[in-house]
Every structure is written in structure tokens, then in C-alpha cells.
């Protein structure tokens, strides 16, 4: 009988427990903004660009990675907090910029109740005046490449890309059509223009998601232009 009532205690007191460490409060704050340059969005693929927070003070410190969207916006649920953000090296198609306060590529953000901050950066290149048109099922894209860092930190242009797709997920991965140029045959400055054919689409749609990605030699991450409905 001991032995039982022992048992049940034990169960009681560890059903309370797990009780106590589901009733932990959940962040409440959130920081959001956009990957900028000069202002205009940074836009890149789905869920590749990410930088870190670091909460000084903890005996484990450990990093939260904050994914940036398509759009070259961010949202993450945090705790009040002061937070280091970094970006880490090789990501992004930007270079990170030295902040004015920290003297390095730290930034040091002060969350209490929630924050609205832009991370402005250095992209090696921007994709200016995008335009697309249909004839059919061919889509056309027309645009021009700016070439924004030009001193020893520039880089080549791999080559571009025109990325047709049935959803609002546009990008290498996620495409029913593309074209490519191959980097030699670009010119800053010049315009450029690339076709694809739109395959046949199950279920039947008269529209779909376009934009022109640059692949930055040595770089992992691709700069996009904004995504754009068309159509067909």
C-alpha cells in the first residue's frame, strides 16, 4: 500500500512539473524589417539569407537565425532584450557595412515591446527597370544591370536569369520555366532581355509569377528583382 501511494506521489509531482515548464511565457516582442540598400529592398530566394542574434549575458550562449523573405523582409518573436546582430560571412549577394556605434559589422539592437529596423547593406550589383510581357505563352523580361561595388571587393556577373513560375515562389528552384545568359554576354548599363515558353499548366491558369534573378560569381546567394504577376 506504501509502495503504491509512493508511486502515485511520484506521478502527481512530475505531472506538476512538466505543468510548471509548459507555463513558460512565449516571446512577445517582435523585430522586423527588410534587407535594404539606400532604402530599396534586397530581394533574394526563399528562406537562403539569414543573420544571427546573440543575447550577451547567458552562460550558453547560443546564436537564433532569423530567415529573411523573398521580399527582403524579416519577423522574428523575441524576448525583451539587448541582442547582437550579425550577419554571418558568404551570406547574402551584399557586403555588410560597419556600424557607426560598434566600429565592426555588429549591430546592437535594443528590443523592448517590439521593433522596426531596416539592415541596410552593400549588394554588388541591383536589378534595374524590370519589365515583362506576354505574346502567347512566351514571356519576356527586359532589364538592366547596375553594378553598385566596383572597387577590389567587385565581383563578376556569372550570369542572369529569368524565372517563370505558377506560384509567388520564384527562383531557381522553384520554376515551371527560365532562361538564361551567361555572364560574359552582360553589360552594366545595357538592356538585356531574356524569353521563356510557359509549359502547360494542371490546373489551368491565365496567369503566372515572373522575375530576373543574377548569380554573382563566387557568391552563393542570387539578387532578384521584385516578384511580378503576369498575365498569360
Known amino acids: 500500500m506504501k509502495l503504491r501511494l509512493i508511486i502515485a506521489l511520484g506521478v502527481i509531482s512530475g505531472f506538476l512539473a512538466s505543468c510548471g515548464y509548459d507555463n513558460f511565457d512565449e516571446p512577445g516582442s517582435k523585430l522586423e524589417g527588410k534587407l535594404v540598400y539606400k532604402g530599396e529592398a534586397i530581394n533574394v530566394s526563399y528562406n537562403d539569407v539569414t543573420f544571427q542574434l546573440w543575447e550577451p549575458g547567458w552562460q550558453k550562449k547560443g546564436e537564433i537565425n532569423v530567415s529573411v523573405n523573398q521580399d527582403g523582409t524579416y519577423g522574428a518573436m523575441l524576448f ?28 546592437l539592437v535594443n528590443l523592448k515591446g517590439g521593433k522596426v529596423m531596416d539592415i541596410e547593406v552593400m549588394p554588388y550589383y541591383m536589378i ?8 502567347g505563352r512566351e514571356v519576356t523580361g527586359t532589364f538592366k544591370v547596375e553594378k553598385i561595388i566596383t572597387d577590389a571587393n567587385a565581383k ?8 517563370v513560375n505558377k506560384t509567388q515562389f520564384v527562383d531557381f528552384r522553384s520554376n515551371v520555366a527560365s532562361a538564361q545568359l ?5 553589360t552594366a548599363g545595357n538592356t538585356i532581355t531574356l524569353k521563356t515558353t510557359v509549359p502547360t499548366i494542371t490546373p489551368t491558369q491565365n496567369y503566372v509569377f515572373a522575375r530576373i534573378g543574377l548569380k554573382i560569381a563566387g557568391v552563393e546567394d542570387m539578387i ?9
Do not use: C, H, W
Open 80 to 107: 525583451d532584450a539587448n541582442y547582437k546582430l550579425v550577419i554571418p560571412k558568404n551570406q547574402g549577394p551584399f557586403m555588410s557595412l560597419t556600424n557607426a556605434e560598434t566600429k565592426s559589422d555588429t549591430i
Open 224 to 232: 532578384f528583382s521584385p516578384v511580378v504577376k503576369v498575365n498569360l
Open 156 to 163: 563578376n556577373v556569372e550570369r542572369v536569369n529569368l524565372y
Open 128 to 135: 534595374r527597370t524590370p519589365q515583362f510581357t506576354t505574346a
Open 182 to 186: 551567361d555572364g560574359a554576354s552582360v
